[in-house]
């Protein structure tokens, strides 16, 4: 039996279809009890078991993890599906309104016409849980610490009150101190999970890798379990989306917007240190370079380039070797 479940912050919207092809719908909280009343439903009005049923849900940022995992905790079979090709398909089968019944319908049509072709949903260990909240709350703490810092200078310029100015540089000495106390909290982690640390520092020696890229790719190649290179890294959206119409419209190649941005920041980044230090990396940039490519575009690719490398030295568990992760796959 297939359960559509469209997630939001507060609620989760659910659509399912019996044996006799009669539909029902119903909201429930996004909280624990809301999963219990979500089962117990379903179970109720399928006559299933929860092994039975398969939930289809889209990937939601944070919001639909503590759903997918009761429900998975509970024996279901639960999908977590892109959003954008539930949103194609949708559109494609004439749903083109935009609400979280439609969505939760939409969801339970994918399943039944996809559920073949779907690959089961299974929770990240929990230290890899542990780390990507540690990461995530780091990012954010830092972007408010730029934030702050931007604001500083300018009350600075502007000649602002000194007791706003004091203010500010207590909010920064605070945010300065939590930055190093999770950066701490980080490194006990790794510490505390030592297999996590050999897979770091072999990560880190890829030229180019430092220990925060190293962190960041760990969270995305052992959070899911990608069948191989090319779909760890369109799930990191590092795949170039082409825009080409007959003969008159050709666009240039962009990345798409899905995926961790952060992630991507820190990717970016490890690829232009890539294209200075990494050998073998700045003869293939130059050669982008050379064939026309924008040096965006280039570093694109050196992006996605380093995610295969990446993912290549955790599969074979060795350290950076180019030629043998290239003729490996």
């Given at each position: 039996m ?7 912050k507060?609620?989760?919207?659910v659509?399912l279809?019996?044996?006799k092809r009669k ?5 429930v ?9 979500l089962?117990?439903w379903a179970c109720e ?8 049923l398969?939930?289809v849900?889209?990937?939601?940022g944070?919001?639909?993890?503590a759903?997918?995992q009761a429900?998975?905790d509970a024996g ?6 892109n ?6 398909y949708?559109?494609?089968?004439g ?5 979280d019944?439609v969505?939760a319908?939409?969801?339970?049509r994918?399943g039944?016409?996809q ?6 949903w299974e929770p990240p260990p929990?230290e ?11 990012a954010a703490?830092?972007a408010d610490l730029?934030r ?14 000194a007791?706003v100015r ?6 920064i ?15 006990e ?11 770091r520092e072999?990560?880190?020696?890829t030229?180019g890798i430092g220990?925060?890229?190293?962190g960041?790719?760990?969270c995305?190649?052992l ?5 191989d290179a090319?779909q760890?890294a369109a799930?990191a959206?590092l795949v ?5 119409s007959g003969t008159?419209?050709?666009?240039r190649p962009r990345?798409?917007k899905s995926g ?5 920041a ?6 232009v240190a ?6 073998e990396?700045?003869q ?5 370079l050379k064939?026309?490519?924008s040096k965006?575009?280039a570093l694109?690719a050196l ?6 490398i990446?993912?290549?030295i955790l599969?074979h568990?060795a350290p950076?070797n180019?030629?043998?992760?290239a003729?490996?796959?």
């Amino acid at each position: 039996m297939i359960v559509g479940v469209d997630v939001s912050k507060d609620y989760l919207d659910v659509a399912l279809e019996t044996a006799k092809r009669k539909r029902y719908e119903r909201k429930v909280n996004n909280d624990a009890g809301g999963f219990q009343r979500l089962l117990s439903w379903a179970c109720e009005r399928t006559g299933a078991a929860p092994q039975q049923l398969t939930v289809v849900m889209e990937a939601t940022g944070v919001y639909h993890e503590a759903a997918a995992q009761a429900l998975h905790d509970a024996g279901c079979r639960v999908i977590v599906a892109n959003p954008k090709r539930v949103r194609d398909y949708a559109s494609g089968v004439g749903l083109l309104n935009k609400t979280d019944r439609v969505d939760a319908r939409a969801l339970l049509r994918y399943g039944k016409e996809q559920a073949d072709e779907l690959v089961p949903w299974e929770p990240p260990p929990p230290e890899i849980r542990t780390l990507r909240a540690l990461y995530a709350r780091l990012a954010a703490v830092e972007a408010d610490l730029r934030r702050e810092l931007n604001r500083k200078q300018q009350a600075d310029l502007s000649g602002q009150p000194a007791p706003v100015r004091r203010s500010m540089e207590q909010s920064i000495e605070h945010l300065r101190e939590d930055c190093k106390r999770l950066k701490r909290a980080i490194e006990e982690h790794f510490d505390n999970h030592p297999d996590l640390r050999q897979q770091r520092e072999l990560l880190q020696s890829t030229p180019g890798i430092g220990p925060v890229c190293a962190g960041r790719m760990l969270c995305l190649l052992l959070r899911h379990r990608f069948s191989d290179a090319r779909q760890a890294a369109a799930f990191a959206g590092l795949v170039p989306r082409h825009h080409q119409s007959g003969t008159s419209v050709r666009k240039r190649p962009r990345l798409t917007k899905s995926g961790d941005a952060s992630l991507k920041a820190v990717l970016y980044m490890a690829a232009v240190a890539a294209s200075r230090y990494n050998h073998e990396l700045r003869q293939q940039y130059q050669a982008l370079l050379k064939a026309g490519k924008s040096k965006m575009s280039a570093l694109g690719a050196l992006m996605r380039r380093l995610l295969h490398i990446a993912f290549g030295i955790l599969k074979h568990r060795a350290p950076y070797n180019l030629s043998l992760i290239a003729s490996r796959g």
